[in-house]
């Protein structure tokens, strides 16, 4: 609900500006503020109906602007390989790139996309480098909870194993980038390649967040929805609907262990 964004966005910059006058501007927790700022216009663009293609663009340029701030802060204060500069990073590079799909789509509806092809490539670029190196650090310096890496295990893009929540985190935003540019309808064509290392990435992210979250939690859930819809990409409908098939699992399983107000709960998430 809008009104609920912006109550939250009224909470973030009072403690932007908290922050700024007791511990400074250049410290990690005014940073956290900057991140969170950042990741809350992130989701109204994806969640909010109401919005105009222009506020859509300005809640973008607004939210790379927080999450460029929260990165530079975190690697001076935190150090790089952290893995709250690896968040702030990738989500950087995965913002970048959700503008540049809907700066293209309004483009391509006014059929001026040739005018546009330099920016959008530029922008894919950077965009892409933030997420491969956010990915790379990750799983170069693993950090808290982790799985066991096997040698069956695929290596990530990185020539890694993806062991870790942060590195997961960064896998998938990588994963959802690298669909996205294969499938759409750009000077970019349609890679195989392309989708391959995605889903190998997804998959990877699954391992992870499979061990370490509860079956339920939003970002093994979304890593399930994710890893589906590429599967229908690719024409796999079987694997696509086993994915589903357990998602609606995991929240019936849930569900008959509620008591009755707590399935009425549910049933309104």
Not at 10 to 15: A, D, G, K, P
Not at 176 to 204: M, W
Not at 225 to 248: F, P, T
């Amino acid at each position: 609900h809008l009104g609920e964004f912006d109550d939250s966005r009224r909470h973030y910059q009072e403690s932007l500006r908290i922050y700024g006058r007791v511990v400074g501007k250049d410290h990690a927790s005014y940073a956290a503020a900057l991140h969170n700022i950042g990741n809350l216009n992130r989701s109204q663009v994806h969640m909010d109906d109401s919005l105009s293609a222009i506020q859509r663009l300005q809640l973008h340029e607004d939210a790379m602007g927080y999450l460029e701030d929260a990165w530079r802060i975190r690697k001076d204060e935190l150090g790089e390989e952290h893995p709250h500069t690896i968040s702030s990073r990738s989500n950087l590079g995965s913002t970048m790139a959700s503008q540049v799909l809907q700066q293209q789509q309004q483009h391509q509806q006014q059929q001026k996309q040739q005018e546009s092809s330099k920016y959008t490539k530029l922008r894919w670029e950077i965009a892409e480098e933030h997420l491969r190196e956010a990915l790379e650090t990750a799983v170069s310096n693993p950090r808290g909870d982790h799985i066991k890496a096997t040698s069956s295990s695929s290596s990530s893009s990185s020539g890694g194993h993806i062991v870790t929540l942060s590195a997961a985190a960064a896998a998938q935003n990588l994963a959802v980038f690298l669909k996205a540019k294969a499938t759409i309808r750009t000077e970019h064509q349609p890679s195989d390649d392309a989708l391959a290392e995605a889903k190998n990435l997804y998959l990877q992210t699954l391992a992870v967040r499979k061990e370490l979250l509860h079956e339920t939690h939003p970002d093994l859930v979304a890593t399930k929805y994710s890893l589906a819809e590429l599967y229908s990409a690719i024409g796999d409908e079987e694997a696509a609907n086993r994915l589903r098939s357990e998602i609606v699992g995991s929240y019936d399983v849930t569900e008959s262990d509620q008591a009755p107000e707590g399935k009425e709960e549910l049933r309104k998430t």
